[in-house]
Structure formats: C-alpha cells, structure tokens
C-alpha cells in the first residue's frame, strides 16, 4: 500500500535548516491506495536566480513495505536552477535524456528522468518548458504515471 503524508492535503510547512535550504516535514499517513488523492498546492518564489544551481521539487521517497528501506525516490520538479536531474542515459551533448517525454500530469507537461543515485532509483518529472511557482496537482497521479514499478499504488509506501 502507498501512505503518503497528509500534510500534503493541506500543503508543505518547510522549516529553514541552513540559510540556502529548506525542509519539509510529514506529520501522519493516509493510504493512497485507499481512493485518496491527495490535492498539493504549493505557491513559492525566489528572489533572484543568478548564478545557482538548485531545484524546487517535491522529494518524495518510496519502500515495497511499511518500515522498509528507500527504493525509489520520485522528484517532482517545479523549477531548474541550473541543476540537472539523475540519468541512466545521456546525450551526446551531455545532457541527461528522458525517458518519456510530454507527459501531462495535471495540467502540466513533463519530461520523466530515470537513474540511480546509488542507494535506490529516482524518478524525475521536470518540466517541459519554464518554472511552476504556482502549482496544484493530485500527487497520485504522479505514482500512476504508467511508468513501472510506480504504475500500481498496491505495494508502494511512501517514507517520507
């Protein structure tokens, strides 16, 4: 079964832990699998972007059991400062390729990203074009994305 927090319900409370980074925290789990979608919004800015490498991105971890370890890590990314996602292939420019392309996801269009980072195997959904400082969407949607194994809420929980 897929738990994901119920803060996402209601939005992120983001807690500064360093002066160039912000954290997010859950307070209790619902089951996704259960007929919940959870509806995020999520309004943000920045006050200037020159010169950093950073993203904004819902940073969503995944375990087959409740309790288990990470095996998949889905990112959801509003925004690209110069950062790039992780891949398994890579053009010949250098930039990292996806997977499927022009995927829409409650409203808005998405390129997917597949790699490992070592630990477990991460999903990025960046989008196609621009930064989306204004977002709502239904999170499930991203986890029924018909892209194995996430297409099936059945067997997935979500750790933080």
């Given at each position: 079964?897929?738990?994901?927090?119920?803060?996402?319900l209601?939005?992120?409370?983001?807690a500064?832990?360093?002066?160039?980074?912000?954290?997010t925290?859950?307070?209790q789990?619902?089951?996704?699998?259960?007929?919940i979608?959870?509806?995020?919004?999520?309004?943000?800015?920045?006050s200037s972007s020159?010169?950093?490498?950073?993203?904004?991105?819902?940073?969503?971890f995944?375990?087959?059991?409740?309790?288990?370890?990470n095996?998949?890590e889905?990112?959801?990314?509003?925004?690209?400062?110069?950062?790039g996602?992780?891949?398994y292939?890579?053009?010949?420019?250098g930039?990292?390729t996806?997977?499927?392309a022009?995927i829409?996801?409650g409203?808005?269009t998405?390129?997917?990203?597949?790699g490992?980072n070592g630990?477990n195997y991460?999903y990025s959904?960046?989008p196609?074009?621009?930064?989306?400082t204004?977002?709502?969407?239904?999170?499930?949607?991203?986890f029924t994305?018909?892209?194995?194994?996430?297409?099936?809420?059945?067997?997935i929980t979500l750790?933080?």
């Amino acid at each position: 079964m897929l738990f994901i927090p119920a803060l996402f319900l209601a939005g992120f409370a983001s807690a500064a832990t360093l002066s160039d980074r912000a954290t997010t925290y859950c307070d209790q789990w619902e089951h996704l699998a259960d007929g919940i979608h959870p509806q995020s919004t999520w309004d943000w800015s920045i006050s200037s972007s020159s010169g950093i490498v950073a993203d904004v991105a819902y940073d969503l971890f995944t375990s087959a059991t409740s309790g288990g370890s990470n095996a998949y890590e889905i990112m959801i990314w509003l925004a690209n400062y110069n950062a790039g996602p992780i891949s398994y292939t890579y053009g010949s420019n250098g930039q990292p390729t996806p997977v499927a392309a022009n995927i829409t996801i409650g409203g808005y269009t998405w390129n997917l990203y597949y790699g490992s980072n070592g630990s477990n195997y991460v999903y990025s959904f960046l989008p196609t074009s621009g930064v989306h400082t204004a977002f709502s969407a239904d999170l499930k949607a991203f986890f029924t994305a018909g892209t194995e194994p996430t297409s099936s809420t059945s067997s997935i929980t979500l750790t933080t």
